[in-house]
């Protein structure tokens, strides 16, 4: 009986883990074992990291937001609740953005907020 030939799929299955595991120190780039572990764990905190950059950004926007109703003498809170009642819809992401770059376009929202 011939031998089947299994070196093809199985050098296919650990050079993709080992180009994975590309730029990790010590044993972690090339032995095996090692580096399954630390690219299977890799791939758990990129998964993670996906989420926490969303929040991150929010809490980004929210911070640059309520910086820049201070100026103009309004609390956060205060300026989103004023928003929602004058039927303005605008997400934090372009608020935060009008903040910075379009000051003056910001300071109608504010004033549209406090009446």
């Known amino acids: 009986m011939s031998k089947a030939p299994r070196a093809v799929p199985s050098r296919a299955r650990r050079k993709r883990v080992f ?6 120190r010590g044993r972690r780039k ?3 074992t090692t580096a399954n572990a630390a690219v299977d764990r890799s791939l758990q905190h990129t ?5 926490l950059r969303k ?4 809490a980004l926007w929210i911070q640059r937001i ?3 109703v201070r100026e103009h003498g309004l609390t956060y809170s205060r300026f989103i609740s004023g928003l929602e009642r004058a039927g ?3 997400d934090r992401k372009v ?3 009008l903040a910075v770059r379009e000051p003056e376009a910001f300071k109608a929202l504010v004033e549209a907020a406090r009446a």
């Open 19 to 24: 180009n994975q595991a590309k730029g990790f």
């Open 95 to 97: 608020l935060a953005d």
């Open 66 to 68: 309520n910086a820049a």
């Open 47 to 51: 998964y993670v990291g996906r989420k």
């Open 30 to 32: 090339n032995t095996i």
């Open 88 to 90: 303005i819809e605008i």
């Open 55 to 58: 929040r991150n950004f929010r």
